[in-house]
């Protein structure tokens, strides 16, 4: 399983029962929350999330409806006696404000807080399965998008080949891993003569609070599942730009270049109260498009 | 009209859509808000309490349920465009928590809050119709209880004695105050012969997280409404002492000893999905007692 549930789907001002940004990301057993807005730890327990197995957070930037529900869900997290390790994957201004919050509040956590202050464009997560990347995007402050990929899967040695090449199973790591196999008779045997490929390995792409940029489709590219902000319709794309941020047509453009299988759109103002036109201009210029939908997971395929 | 809407009644771990701690004081064209438990903002919007008219903020406390609503409130009534000065009550540790905030968002308000930090007990706002007084009740870390009395009203003037003493308008407002009064024959009519008592003034205290403590019942002496909190019904008295919370029997004893007209119940903890207990244990030893339920307004009167 690999997919994004949306817990928050509404940009700054909370409206029309939508929420601040919140996602949470399911690969296999892993769960990732990527940002978490005002009432997010309301929302996890709404939609049947477990806290206790989200190991890591990823906070794009200091706008608060970005994170101010995270104060909360550290503290929840606290009062649940969580005891595994939480890494929270943010910019560096957030430290001191944690810090502050537990202090006033004199909480000791009995769990451990790794921070990871967000620097450098690249990988920061890196599990045998899966990594997390970063990634700049261009907002009024600092802010980060974020790619988690599937690592390439070992190929499938061809059943039929182990008998006609008497290949001994001591082989078989090497084999799926890519290498080429030497018979009892010295012949070499192509890799490609001896496997099949394995399933392609997917990969979703979090474009946070951004105005239109052409970068990010490269730091997007192939993604099988990409999430962009649509904050407002094409008709104000100049105040999108005055905002740092972006309109349907313009996240339809990023996904075109991107070559993305799926775009997922979200971050609607509080303007709007019906979201139909949104999905209406993203789909005349990328027709496989989705409004982010609070409760509803997204499969990653 | 003088009434309390609660907002949250829930303690530290929302549950069963109970949300932390928040109320909003009206008195007449005023509005206060008390604690701003996470989700305030949204439930200010859900029971329709417009915060433009809300001028004063009191904060008990700073352990999270109680406050972390509050810089989402504060940035949510700058994207609105909040025009008037906002004035913010609560323990001094939260003033570099809000400006690490702001500063971290690089959120400049179009209104200018004031902090007033909370350090002695007396009055903190002071009108020509109502006063707010502090004073400390006893919880893990400095904490707060409010009082909101309206100010003593004017004595009314027997109508029927303007003739017969032949009183000149010009006397009115001192009599009122309690002035007596000296005819043309130089004789002195003593104010209570003059005068009729007004409806006497209205008061709410509100007690935030608290151990039992008789010192409360003193500060809350003669209320109109108590509000206490009982965190946990009578049989966890223990837990409720090493907490520093409060259980029914406590509440209740606390209203009798303020003699306080009427008490009004919350901060129920998460353990408990059914809370008619809590009424019934409490109405046991004081008979006036309501629970406080989120999205209604309870008259002090």
């Given at each position: 399983m690999?997919?994004?549930?949306?817990?928050?789907?509404?940009?700054?001002?909370?409206?029309?029962?939508?929420?601040?940004?919140?996602?949470?990301?399911?690969?296999?057993?892993?769960?990732?929350?990527?940002?978490?807005?005002e009432g997010t730890q309301m929302q996890l327990s709404r939609y049947k999330i477990r806290r206790s197995r989200i190991n890591h957070i990823f906070i794009s930037h200091l706008h608060g409806d970005h994170y101010f529900g995270l104060p909360g869900l550290i503290t929840s997290m606290g009062l649940l006696n969580r005891e595994n390790d939480l890494h929270l994957h943010a910019p560096a201004p957030l430290k001191p404000i944690l810090d502050l919050v537990l202090q006033a509040a004199d909480t000791r956590l009995p769990y451990t807080v790794h921070f990871h202050a967000l620097d450098t464009e690249g990988v920061i997560v890196d599990d045998a399965k899966f990594s997390v990347e970063c990634f700049k995007v261009f907002h009024r402050i600092e802010c980060w998008g974020f790619v988690f990929r599937e690592k390439k899967p070992l190929r499938k040695i061809d059943k039929e080949k182990i008998g006609q090449y008497k290949i001994p199973s001591a082989a078989f790591d090497l084999i799926k891993m890519g290498e080429d196999f030497i018979t009892n008779k010295g012949e070499r045997i192509a890799n490609e003569d001896l496997t099949i490929?394995?399933?392609?390995?997917?990969?979703?792409?979090?474009?946070?609070?951004?105005?239109?940029?052409?970068?990010i489709a490269e730091k997007a590219k192939e993604v099988t599942v990409l999430?962009?902000?649509?904050?407002?319709?094409?008709?104000?794309?100049?105040?999108?730009?005055?905002?740092?941020?972006?309109?349907?047509?313009?996240?339809a453009q990023i996904a075109i270049k991107a070559n993305a299988k799926r775009l997922l759109i979200g971050h609607f103002s509080s303007k709007y109260e019906q979201l139909d036109e949104f999905l209406e201009e993203t789909s005349v210029v990328f027709p496989e498009t989705e409004l982010a939908l609070e409760g509803v997971t997204y499969r990653v395929l």
């Amino acid at each position: 399983m690999f997919g994004v549930t949306i817990l928050g789907n509404n940009s700054a001002l909370p409206a029309y029962d939508r929420h601040p940004t919140a996602q949470v990301v399911t690969l296999d057993q892993f769960q990732f929350l990527i940002d978490c807005g005002e009432g997010t730890q309301m929302q996890l327990s709404r939609y049947k999330i477990r806290r206790s197995r989200i190991n890591h957070i990823f906070i794009s930037h200091l706008h608060g409806d970005h994170y101010f529900g995270l104060p909360g869900l550290i503290t929840s997290m606290g009062l649940l006696n969580r005891e595994n390790d939480l890494h929270l994957h943010a910019p560096a201004p957030l430290k001191p404000i944690l810090d502050l919050v537990l202090q006033a509040a004199d909480t000791r956590l009995p769990y451990t807080v790794h921070f990871h202050a967000l620097d450098t464009e690249g990988v920061i997560v890196d599990d045998a399965k899966f990594s997390v990347e970063c990634f700049k995007v261009f907002h009024r402050i600092e802010c980060w998008g974020f790619v988690f990929r599937e690592k390439k899967p070992l190929r499938k040695i061809d059943k039929e080949k182990i008998g006609q090449y008497k290949i001994p199973s001591a082989a078989f790591d090497l084999i799926k891993m890519g290498e080429d196999f030497i018979t009892n008779k010295g012949e070499r045997i192509a890799n490609e003569d001896l496997t099949i490929a394995n399933t392609p390995p997917r990969s979703y792409a979090y474009c946070a609070d951004t105005m239109y940029h052409e970068t990010i489709a490269e730091k997007a590219k192939e993604v099988t599942v990409l999430y962009h902000e649509t904050t407002y319709l094409h008709e104000l794309e100049e105040r999108a730009f005055s905002r740092f941020h972006s309109t349907t047509v313009q996240a339809a453009q990023i996904a075109i270049k991107a070559n993305a299988k799926r775009l997922l759109i979200g971050h609607f103002s509080s303007k709007y109260e019906q979201l139909d036109e949104f999905l209406e201009e993203t789909s005349v210029v990328f027709p496989e498009t989705e409004l982010a939908l609070e409760g509803v997971t997204y499969r990653v395929l």
